[in-house]
């Protein structure tokens, strides 16, 4: 991997010495280019261009953006950026071929995955010399697969990013062309605890990769994103868990039980999806000396998390009850594992053992949960599969209510999707220490 170090400020330059080459902004340098100490330089215009800012002795290049290129031997990058969209591919190689350069460059931002597969087929198609980068979190996959998209070099960061989605050099030299990337689909993610997690997995086992986000609010061509990008595997989450299944090749029986994927694998191109939620409602379960059998379970929600748990509960001999405000989902999820349904308020928690939260309440919302918690008392248990001091967890614990924490549940599904992609078992202590 060939790392450009985009400067910040020309004192960035004392940062410099893991890059390949270095870009000066001049925008960002007050207009001066600073010693560069030997390392290959190339020095980005915004508007005019005006050799005579340049060093006497300069031979790098010269990033002209789209401006009409200039008399000198000097290399030059013609470059486009745009920072609402990416262009189709059809139309980035239009924008490239109508410039005059010797690499050329296009850098847009990354709204899903369709620009990703755009910013790809692009770089298949064109002929030339080029760098092909997509901006912001969804885009940084892109600085990171130099030789897939054939790019002449990428940049990383020393000091502050100069772009959205950058990676520092140093990360990106240990990471390198070849490193294994993992993810999460879901929308949204900014509260996601999962690559501090996988990341810190991937670290300790020793194992040179990356678990990116890939926050989106649809999935088409995903399948072709991680077959393109060389996508190792990614984990799945809200509100994807169900529709992800029509991308993919093969899924297991406890997916196809479930009716919902949260881990996907790649296999040199064939996809295959599993449901390690199960997994991790066993270890939550197990942690909080909780076994179901013989005992009555409610299951508050509808959704991919609680069609796991129900596929769970099935498997043992307890007495399970599926209660939600959307009686049509809650109803056809009781139908499937042959549970009962009932309203929400005709729930009464004093009829049960646990009470397992399925909702979004406490994450992605403040509530109130769909039953009334106020007779919950110390001869319960409560399993609130979202993670982290919860409304419904502070209430537990002033009621001395027994706690299955769904910060457990999240670290053994996290561990159970890391074997699947790496062989690595017993990552959850690992896991586990990442989560409040």
């Given at each position: 991997m060939r790392v450009c170090a985009s400067l910040s400020k020309a004192s960035d330059v004392g940062l410099i010495d893991e890059a390949d080459m270095v870009e000066v902004r001049l925008?960002?340098?007050?207009?001066?280019?600073?010693?560069?100490?030997?390392?290959?330089?190339?020095?980005?215009?915004?508007?005019?261009?005006?050799?005579?800012?340049?060093?006497?002795?300069f031979e790098g290049m010269i990033d002209i953006g789209e401006e009409e290129r200039p008399e000198t031997r000097l290399g030059i990058v013609a470059s486009h950026h745009d920072y609402e969209a990416t262009p189709n591919s059809e139309r980035i190689l239009s924008i490239l071929n109508s410039m005059d350069a010797d690499v050329y460059k296009i850098a847009s931002?990354?709204?899903?995955?369709?620009?990703?597969?755009?910013?790809?087929?692009?770089?298949?198609?064109?002929?030339?010399?080029?760098?092909?980068?997509?901006m912001g979190s969804l885009g940084t996959v892109t600085r990171i697969r130099q030789n897939i998209l054939g790019n002449e070099f990428t940049f990383g960061y020393v000091g502050e990013p100069t772009a959205p989605g950058q990676l520092n050099v140093s990360e990106m030299k240990a990471l390198g062309d070849d490193c294994m990337i993992l993810g999460i689909l879901g929308n949204p993610l900014g509260k996601s605890r999962s690559p501090a997690m996988q990341n810190a997995a991937l670290k300790a086992a020793g194992i040179n990769g990356i678990y990116l986000p890939f926050e989106c609010a649809d999935l088409e061509q995903v399948e072709e994103v991680i077959r393109g990008y060389d996508i190792r595997g990614v984990n799945v989450t809200i509100p994807h868990k169900q529709t992800v299944i029509e991308h993919l090749d093969i899924i297991d029986d406890a997916a196809k039980s479930i009716?919902?994927?949260?881990?996907?694998?790649?296999?040199?191109?064939?996809?295959?999806?599993?449901?390690?939620?199960?997994?991790?409602i066993e270890v939550a379960l197990k942690r909080s000396?909780?076994?179901?059998?013989?005992?009555?379970?409610?299951?508050?929600?509808?959704?991919?998390?609680?069609?796991?748990?129900?596929h769970f509960m099935s498997k043992t001999e307890c007495d399970v009850t599926i209660t939600g405000r959307n009686r049509d989902t809650g109803r056809a999820l009781a139908d499937d594992f042959e549970m009962l349904y009932r309203t929400?308020?005709?729930?009464?928690?004093?009829?049960?053992?646990?009470?397992?939260?399925?909702?979004?309440?406490?994450?992605?919302?403040?509530?109130p949960y769909p039953i009334n918690t106020t007779h919950l008392n110390h001869h319960h248990t409560v399993f609130d599969m979202v993670y982290g001091e919860t409304p419904l967890v502070k209430e537990c614990i002033r009621k001395e209510c027994k706690i299955a924490y769904g910060a457990d549940m999240l670290a053994g599904q996290g561990a159970a999707s890391f074997e699947l992609w790496t062989g690595v078992k017993d990552s959850f202590d690992v896991m586990r220490r990442e989560l409040p």
């Open positions: 925008d960002l340098s007050e207009n001066t280019v600073p010693d560069t100490r030997g390392k290959d330089t190339l020095v980005t215009y915004r508007g005019a261009i005006d050799l005579s800012v340049l060093p006497p002795d931002s990354v709204r899903d995955f369709r620009d990703l597969m755009s910013i790809l087929d692009a770089s298949r198609s064109f002929k030339g010399k080029h760098v092909m980068l997509g009716g919902a994927v949260n881990t996907v694998v790649n296999d040199d191109g064939v996809l295959k999806g599993y449901n390690t939620d199960v997994k991790g000396g909780f076994d179901p059998e013989d005992k009555r379970v409610l299951i508050m929600g509808s959704g991919g998390a609680a069609r796991a748990c129900a929400p308020e005709s729930v009464s928690v004093m009829m049960y053992d646990l009470i397992v939260n399925c909702t979004p309440v406490g994450m992605y919302s403040d509530g």
